[in-house]
């Protein structure tokens, strides 16, 4: 059974395109993340939400939109694609208030040419 | 807000020994938790092994454990009769009681045959 799934695993897009990455989680968390990866391996988090509310917004530009439509998914929508967005993105869950790890997908490689 | 520090870009080990991965990290919190996550090639993100601030007794797992220095903001973790396997990135990272974590930059670890 997959815990955190995410789909696509690879997308190669061009500049200024609009894509979607999903993720989903059957592990009953009610807090799911979005993390990018660099080209150095630098982790850091974009998003996070809470029984679909959002609860964490680091200084991402406003091209990337995330929705939750329910706690057990969390979709990452992004505008005008740009060269600089080319990453490994993360999706994670884990239980707010829990002292257990958070819980990581497989991870989206994201090219724009 | 909370950093963390992985002084050691890259090392490696010959199989068969020891090797400690160094971390710190800067907060003001008194409760948080603590982790080291490993990513293979694969770029799957593996939990490893964690800490929670508020116990003195240093997380073993197997092979791994830790030193844990609350005082000094320390987190080293050790891993011991070191495998091929083990080679991977390995990630520090601090975690609020808010389930909002935070990951050093990564170390490089080579396992020699």
């Known amino acids: 059974d997959t815990a955190v799934s995410q789909t696509p695993k690879y997308l190669v897009t061009q500049m200024g395109n609009d894509k979607s990455i999903k993720c989903e989680q059957n592990?009953?968390?009610?807090?799911m993340y979005w993390y990018k990866q660099d080209s150095k391996k630098f982790l850091k988090i974009m998003f996070s939400y809470n029984n679909k509310e959002l609860i964490i917004n680091e200084t991402v530009p406003n091209r990337f939109s995330p929705k939750s439509p329910d706690k057990a998914h969390l979709n990452l929508h992004i505008n005008s694609l740009e060269l600089g967005d080319s990453a490994v993105y993360f999706c994670a869950s884990s239980q707010r208030g829990s002292v257990d790890e958070q819980y990581f997908g497989p991870g989206t490689r994201l090219t724009v040419t | 807000a909370q950093t963390v520090t992985q002084s050691q870009p890259e090392m490696s080990v010959q199989e068969a020994e020891t090797v400690t991965l160094s971390c710190t990290y800067d907060t003001s919190e008194n409760n948080y938790y603590l982790f080291w996550y490993k990513q293979p090639p694969s770029r799957q993100m593996i939990l490893v092994i964690r800490q929670e601030a508020y116990k003195q007794q240093n997380a073993t797992e197997n092979r791994f454990s830790v030193n844990f220095q609350k005082a000094a903001k320390s987190f080293s973790l050790k891993i011991s009769d070191s495998q091929l396997g083990d080679t991977a990135m390995y990630f520090c990272?601090?975690?609020?009681?808010?389930?909002?974590?935070?990951f050093g930059a990564g170390t490089r670890l080579t396992v020699k045959p």
């Open positions: 990272a601090f975690m609020k009681q808010s389930n909002d974590m935070r």
């Open positions: 592990l009953g968390h009610d807090t």
